[in-house]
């Protein structure tokens, strides 16, 4: 589903991505970990093109786009790549005057991912998945962050996308509040079997429901395996001395 080759990111001569490949398959859980600078969100960002890539290439199902400058036959086909990518920020990024329910159909409808008939429905279905379906008419500022977040997934899921990117989803919430979160992102994984790429500190998530983690330091991947191997018996000095840190 999602294929990177040879990426690399550098901001002015600052190189913060230095070479990576990641496949992830249709289904697969992927949850990359790493301490703050090791270049972990950038390839998530990249994945998207909300950074482009200096070097390197992204494929997502199937259409694939090479690094460097934009063209304008590129900038078409990143508008189409973009259709198959949901992403959810650390931050919720909700248009405060609009209600729950148009926040979520705004960008499906933008995009022209059905009638807008099909779009409320599969929008209202949705927030009853992540439990807001009584929230529907409210404002975000009404929201508890936890609320808002979730919002923020049924709005990337409305897109009808083939994988789901999250930058830290929880980052920015309460520990009360992460729950909830890591809540419906679960159900994402174990009940709807969703392609995922997840950069977490949360390792119990991890350790339950990610097939793969990948472990970033200083611009690449030092270490990648099931989370029994990764989390039970890493191979790497610097992945033990950064999960000795989070667990």
């Known amino acids: 589903m999602v294929r990177i080759d040879g990426l690399h990111k550098s901001f002015g001569h600052l190189e913060v991505v230095k070479g990576v490949d990641l496949d992830v398959h249709k ?4 949850v990359i970990f790493g301490r703050s600078g090791s270049g972990k969100s950038t390839v998530l960002r990249c994945v ?3 950074e482009d890539p200096t070097l390197g290439s992204i494929e997502v199902a199937g259409i694939r786009l090479e690094g460097g400058h934009r063209t304008r036959h590129k900038r078409d086909q990143i508008r189409k790549l973009r259709l198959h990518v949901g992403m959810v920020f650390q931050q919720f990024n909700l248009f405060p005057n609009m209600t729950v329910l148009d926040n979520v159909t705004c960008a499906a409808r933008c995009a022209k991912r059905g009638s807008d008939a099909e779009i409320a429905q599969r929008a209202k279905d949705l927030l009853d998945r992540v439990g807001l379906a009584d929230k529907a008419g409210e404002h975000p500022i009404r929201l508890s962050g936890g609320q808002q977040q979730r919002v923020a997934i049924a709005r990337a ?7 789901m990117l999250f ?22 994984a174990t009940e709807m079997h969703m392609t ?3 950069v977490t500190h949360e390792m119990g998530f991890a350790r339950e429901v990610a097939d793969r983690m990948a472990f970033f330091h200083e611009g690449r991947i030092l270490e990648q395996g099931p989370p029994s191997e ?6 790497h000095a610097e992945t033990r001395a950064f999960l000795d840190a989070v667990l």
Do not use: H, K, Y
């Not at 289904?27 to 992927?30: A, D, I, K, N």
């Not at 899921?157 to 994988?163: A, G, K, R, T």
């Not at 930058?167 to 994402?188: H, N």
């Open 48 to 50: 998207n093109f909300i």
């Open 167 to 188: 930058d830290e989803p929880t980052s920015a919430l309460d520990p009360e509040l992460t729950g909830e979160v890591l809540g419906v992102m679960r159900t994402l």
């Open 157 to 163: 899921l409305c897109m009808q996308p083939d994988v």
């Open 27 to 30: 289904g697969e859980v992927v």
């Open 196 to 198: 995922m790429m997840v």
């Open 230 to 235: 990764i989390i039970g018996s890493p191979e």
